[in-house]
């Protein structure tokens, strides 16, 4: 995650970009380093991200979206051809939308009302997905740390103040202790490293 000095991730319903050059090369290093990169469909619709850092289908990880009701538009970044696609979806999408989405997407069912994202864990692993980038929002970031599906959380710290926005983590949760594992200055940013306490 990237947020500002106030702790936001976002402005509501507006892209915010926190990460300078420095930083980006960073994230650009973590996501080479990953089998896929996972969004929320929140994500999808307000920042329209690419997820990519090449223009070669072959040098990118494999985008997750996050996407109970298959809302994500035809032509979104994330549904290009620049990378390998998988759109998640729960039995609440409609049927003409999963047909559609496969054309551009593998897609996979998951959950009743809502994606499960436990079971989601299981199928990337069975389809050879070891390592993830959780790019999520603060809906999708509280669902898998509730579920206890996260090893290392980053926060690059931003040196601007927003005032109201997406927390890092949206409603509210069981308290999770956090391990301080290390830190790092990248220009005017600093990265904090936490990785869960078991």
Do not use: W
Request: hydrophobic share 40%; with cysteine; net charge neutral.
């Amino acid at each position: 995650m990237a947020m500002s000095l106030d702790g936001r991730i976002a402005r509501k319903g507006e892209r915010v970009v926190f990460s300078d050059e420095l930083d980006k090369a960073r994230r650009d290093e973590i996501r080479k380093s990953v089998d896929g990169i996972m969004v929320g469909i929140n994500t999808v619709l307000i920042d329209n991200p690419k997820l990519t850092i090449s223009e070669r289908r072959e040098e990118n990880s494999t985008r997750i979206v996050i996407d109970s009701y298959g809302k994500v538009p035809d032509d979104a970044n994330v549904l290009d051809n620049k990378a390998k696609n998988i759109v998640v979806v729960s039995m609440n999408a409609e049927p003409y939308r999963i047909e559609e989405l496969a054309k551009k997407a593998s897609v996979i069912v998951c959950g009743d009302d809502n994606v499960d994202v436990v079971k989601l864990m299981d199928e990337l692993y069975k389809r050879g997905m070891k390592r993830i980038l959780l790019e999520g929002g603060g809906h999708l970031n509280k669902s898998m740390i509730e579920a206890n599906l996260i090893d290392e959380i980053y926060v690059a710290i931003a040196p601007v103040v927003i005032g109201d926005g997406v927390n890092l983590v949206e409603g509210t949760m069981d308290e999770r202790k956090l391990t301080l594992a290390g830190i790092r200055q990248i220009g005017n940013i600093v990265v904090l490293k936490y990785l869960p306490k078991k």
